[in-house]
């Protein structure tokens, strides 16, 4: 291999020599050439799945929110319905034991009209959501489970206990 040729032309002795010269700057041209056509290929098809990967992150967001969105509802939907089944549940058990009991007497009118029974469910699925809401921010511990569905036990028997003396009293 040639040493590396001259800065000044005027330093090359004879035309053979700027020959040779000239000759080898061409062949280190052209593997710069084919060097860089590497490197901008490789660069090209990096540029290309750097922008197909953040695509494909944006899209994977947008899909997962979606589908938070969507179970979020979900979950909301169920829940709702919870609570009005087990208010439902709770005012149907309390209506059949007072019915057990010996009924409402004169307090019958009251009791069976729609805006009371409207009234209990709420409080009752009020109280269910309370319950719910306590056991997210215990971290939906057993054991608070069991002692808010004790509560919401009592509470409830404890209104059909006081209605039922309500209606011995006044119907004596």
């Known amino acids: 291999m040639l040493k590396q040729p ?5 330093k090359v002795a004879s035309f053979g020599e700027l020959r040779m010269y000239y ?12 060097m860089k056509s590497a490197v901008d290929s490789t660069l090209k098809d990096r540029t290309k799945e750097v922008r197909g990967t953040k695509a494909d992150l944006k899209k994977a967001k ?3 929110i979606t589908l938070t969105k969507k ?9 709702s319905a919870a609570y009005a ?5 709770t005012l149907i058990i309390t209506y059949q034991v007072v019915e057990v009991s010996g009924g409402w007497g004169k307090w019958a009118p009251v ?7 409207g009234v209990l469910q ?10 719910k809401k306590l056991q997210r921010l215990r971290k ?5 489970e069991w002692v808010l569905l004790l509560i919401l036990l009592l509470a409830t028997s404890a209104i059909c206990l006081l209605l039922y003396q309500r209606l011995t009293l006044y119907h004596m």
Do not use: M, N, Y
């Not at 089944?85 to 549940?89: I, K």
């Not at 939906?140 to 608070?144: P, R, S």
């Open 140 to 144: 939906a511990q057993q054991w608070v």
């Open 6 to 10: 001259p800065r000044d032309p005027k």
């Open 62 to 64: 947008g899909e997962i």
């Open 71 to 79: 179970e979020h509802t979900k979950s909301k939907e169920k829940s």
């Open 23 to 34: 000759a080898q700057l061409w062949a280190e041209l052209d593997d710069c050439k084919r």
């Open 122 to 131: 709420v409080a009752i699925g009020t109280l269910d959501l309370a319950k």
């Open 111 to 117: 009791f069976e009209h729609e805006a009371t029974i």
């Open 85 to 89: 089944s087990t208010a439902a549940t």
